[in-house]
DNA sequence: TTGAACTATAAGTATGTACATATTATTTTG
DNA sequence: CAAAATAATATGTACATACTTATAGTTCAA
């Protein structure tokens, strides 16, 4: 019992994660430090602390420099979800990805775009919508407003070939973008669309990307019936 | 310019991705091996991998043993987000939180509850409905199944002090999770509970939590219409 | 010509040492 | 007695070195 070592961070990690699970070490408790840990595991102190800090990563372990290690008192476990590239997600279930563009235009954007897309009032977007489709199926339908003042070349780009999400992650940089996941009720339109029922419960993504802190684009996913998004822990 | 140096691994994971972002190194690029860039930014190769893991981490990167590193050719990126308990969401916003239980029964579960938690047909489950309240308005509710052969001490709970989620979060070492994240349409049941109109479009999270191999607890928690998860990159 | 064995390579990991940094605890000082 | 200076401490990081592991690429054999 005494004698059993851990030397890999992995092995150190279960053995922790086997002490949280069996309440040996109770959410709000602190652990022993790095340096008395690495001596009980047999190993050096950067092995446990590799460890230490993939758990704390996914939220498990609170750290903190000088006060120590504790067992999170709320593990609000933190999941790591993929943001798909829909060609990707529809070719990756075997099925024919195609899409059409419905709209394609310069138009002032509505406030909520405006707001979101920091530009000024009157100011025209590249105004895009497009339906994908799987196995020719609506699967989903995305409407995006672009910034061309922030897109060089876009004016020109030919946005048949590639759809507009993938011509920007292949020709712009992006820093950074912030997600919401919502529900909505299919209208007119949507039911339109997607070939579904007005009234019915559609999934939708809002993706906002930016570069140097100017937003390049804004869109909106919606998601035709059924479509789901998974994780694990 | 070739003077420069790159001491700390947040220093080199920024030239990285500067180096990314200004397209010197290219979607689908390999780059030059730790050894090479430790010799490069003049720092060690366990900087340079701890940079490097990072975005790959983060899915910016590809990495494999022997083939090398290269930029991904889809930044198909890794969002993470908080799975929140409900319970501090709804604090969290400054809301009084208020919870009941609306079914609280012992009963055998439908097929896709039966499928998701492994239990062989016409074993009872612990079944419970219930419903979150912010400031006293509906906010979510869940629909739980637990499996009292996995959870030692459930029957004797008292549910209504402590919501399901947090007894099981206390007491129930777990192992892991999956979510599925969709929309679904508010039936009469949903808009009953929920006080809104049939019809509406509600977002929907589905949760497997398990230990050892065996679900713990499956829930589906369907929330009030213009609910949003929000995350960033 | 397929496939099995081998080899070279790049990432992955472990370790001892050293120093940095944040933060708590203690002591000194006004 | 409160505020400021100081010490103590646990995590955080850097580095040189050494060894491990997966695997792409090559050679060899059936």
Not at 39 to 45: H, I, K
Request: charged letters at 25%; aromatic letters at 8%.
């Amino acid at each position: 019992m005494s004698g059993e070592e851990f030397k890999t961070w992995q092995s150190v990690q279960a053995e922790v994660l086997r002490r949280i699970n069996s309440r040996q070490w109770k959410p709000g408790d602190f652990i022993p430090n790095e340096a008395e840990l690495s001596v009980e595991f047999g190993c050096a102190r950067a092995t446990v602390n590799r460890a230490l800090r993939a758990l704390a990563d996914t939220g498990l372990l609170d750290r903190r420099r000088k006060a120590g290690t504790r067992v999170a008192l709320n593990p609000v476990r933190k999941a790591t979800l993929d943001i798909p590239v829909i060609r990707y997600e529809i070719e990756g279930k075997g099925q024919t990805y195609r899409h059409t563009v419905l709209e394609h235009n310069r138009a002032v954007p509505p406030s909520g775009i405006r707001a979101r897309m920091q530009t000024e009032p009157g100011v025209k977007l590249l105004h895009l919508v497009t339906l994908h489709l799987a196995d020719g199926k609506p699967y989903v339908f995305g409407d995006r407003w672009i910034n061309p003042a922030v897109v060089p070349g876009i004016e020109a780009a030919d946005l048949s070939a590639k759809s507009a999400n993938e011509w920007l992650v292949a020709n712009i940089p992006f820093e950074g973008g912030d997600f919401s996941f919502s529900a909505m009720t299919a209208g007119h339109r949507e039911a339109e669309i997607l070939a579904c029922k007005e009234g019915e419960g559609l999934f939708v993504i809002d993706r906002s990307t930016w570069n140097k802190g100017l937003v390049i684009t804004s869109v909106r996913l919606t998601f035709a019936p059924g479509y789901q998004m998974h994780t694990k822990i």
